[in-house]
């Protein structure tokens, strides 16, 4: 059974940062592309960020491009997300995930994701 952990959530002012962790368990962490998610209050959890199983490819929804960056240490496990210049409309709680299939690309769907953590909250004041 594969467990996601994420962590580093919290509430921060508008332009700052904050850097959250997805840690699974399992040896077979690196032959799964990874994905962030994020639901914020009243709409429909939506795509932030996935990386591949190697870490070599990376995609993002437009919203966050140029601010945040997803990244990987297979070694340890874990998936990042480092999220800069926050605005309030990232208010959400944030999700990890791991795509079915063995050794896939990234994706955007959430269709393609079979294992979820439990979230954590990202508050943004203004």
């Known amino acids: 059974q594969v467990q996601l952990v994420e962590s580093g959530g919290g509430l921060v002012q508008a332009g700052g940062s904050l850097r959250l962790s997805c840690a699974a368990s399992?040896?077979?962490?690196?032959?799964?592309?990874m994905g962030w998610f994020r639901q914020a209050p009243g709409k429909e959890r939506e795509f932030v960020a996935a990386?591949?199983?190697?870490?070599?490819?990376?995609e993002y929804v437009d919203s966050v491009k140029g601010r945040f960056t997803i990244s990987r240490d297979n070694a340890k496990y874990t998936m990042y997300l480092q999220m800069n210049s926050l605005k309030p409309e990232d208010t959400a709680v944030y999700y990890c995930?791991?795509?079915?299939?063995?050794?896939?690309?990234?994706?955007?769907?959430?269709?393609?994701?079979?294992?979820w953590g439990q979230g954590t909250q990202v508050t943004v004041s203004s």
């Open positions: 995930a791991r795509r079915r299939g063995y050794m896939l690309g990234t994706a955007r769907s959430e269709n393609e994701y079979g294992y």
């Open positions: 399992g040896r077979t962490f690196s032959s799964y592309s």
């Open positions: 990386i591949s199983w190697s870490g070599g490819s990376t």
